[in-house]
């Protein structure tokens, strides 16, 4: 077996110490605090030059935790021993690239759900609300939604018919929208809606993104067809699903308008279309500037 050895340098020495004192704190309150508690006093005692056993017996760990946190000590860091190694989420920074305007500093930046790792509670919060964001923004096939694709094609329907489950993927959709986009409100009721929605599929039944019509009357514009909004997954934007949806939309629906407001996507795309009338000319140009 290899044998690591760690080295501290004076910070990070320091930086254990310290928390060893707020670690037994939060163990004494109940806080399961423990596992990390281990991890601080193996580097510790290993800094020092303790024996294996020593350590064992002194912070209650496992060989193999003793072992494992030493090689990542090495390998890694202090962080990664501490923290373990660098989820792949990471990678993949949705929310700090799409909430800029209101991520908090220690919010999950895939999800954007601000929690406290140590409660068990909050963790289990995040962990499902993370796994529903993730399965927005990366959709993965779905047997249902493949099934409705080869009857409706890529703009699979929502309609105050459609099961509650497609109603709720639709709010799932919406749910992102409004965050990103800082909206007040999520545009599609998950318990059944009476909007015309559709769900962009792809032939696996992936959930590319999805969009709202509404029929709207107005007192002083005529009654007419709108898209209310439309999301697409990160990673399928620029591929032209928003063009392609607004063409099927503007052949369903007779004389359809884009209701503002218009993000900048949206109102590039508005503005590169040819027939557009003032009221939405003028709306895109002042999303704009
Ligand atoms: C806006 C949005 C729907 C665009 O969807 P999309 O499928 O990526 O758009 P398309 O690929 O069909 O793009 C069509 C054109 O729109 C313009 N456009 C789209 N996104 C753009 C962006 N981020 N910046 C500048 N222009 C953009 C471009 O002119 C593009 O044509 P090009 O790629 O040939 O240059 C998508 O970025 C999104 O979901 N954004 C978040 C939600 C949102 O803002 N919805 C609209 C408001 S309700
Ligand atoms: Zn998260």
Redesign the pocket.
């Known amino acids: 077996m290899v044998r690591y050895r760690v080295e501290l340098t004076k910070d990070e020495y320091g930086k254990l110490q310290g928390m060893v004192g707020e670690l037994q704190q939060m163990v004494d309150v109940g806080i399961p605090a423990q596992q990390m508690l281990k991890r601080v006093l193996i580097l510790l005692l290993a800094g020092q030059g303790a024996s294996e056993e020593a350590i064992i017996d002194i912070s209650g760990a496992s060989r193999s935790t003793v072992y494992r946190t030493k090689r990542r000590f090495v390998e890694g860091g202090l962080e990664t021993a501490l923290n373990g190694p660098p989820r792949a989420g990471m990678t993949r920074p949705y929310a700090k690239e799409l909430y800029h305007r209101e991520l908090d500093d220690d919010a999950c930046p895939v999800c954007g759900s601000l929690y406290v790792k140590e409660l068990p509670e909050d963790q289990k919060k995040h962990r499902s609300f993370h796994a529903r964001t993730m399965s927005v923004f990366e959709p993965k096939p779905s047997k249902a939604l493949a099934k409705l694709h080869t009857k409706f094609g890529c703009y699979v329907p929502v309609t105050a018919h459609s099961p509650t489950w497609m109603h709720r993927r639709l709010a799932w959709i919406a749910a992102i ?1 409004k965050r ?2 800082g909206y007040d409100c999520t545009m599609w009721d998950a318990s059944g809606d009476d909007g015309q929605g559709f769900i962009v599929t792809d032939s696996d039944g992936r959930a590319l ?1 999805g969009c709202a019509v509404r029929w709207r009357e107005g007192s002083d514009e005529p009654a007419c067809w709108a898209l209310q ?4 997954a990160p990673p ?9 949806t607004w063409s099927m939309l503007t052949a369903k629906y007779d004389g359809i308008i884009p209701e503002p407001p ?5 109102a ?2 508005l503005l ?1 279309l040819g027939s557009l009338s003032e009221h939405v000319k003028f709306a895109a140009r002042d999303a704009i500037s």
């Open positions: 929208l990103e986009n993104g909004w439309i999301w697409v399928y934007r620029r591929q032209g699903l928003l063009r392609n218009y993000s900048l996507g949206m590039r795309f590169s």
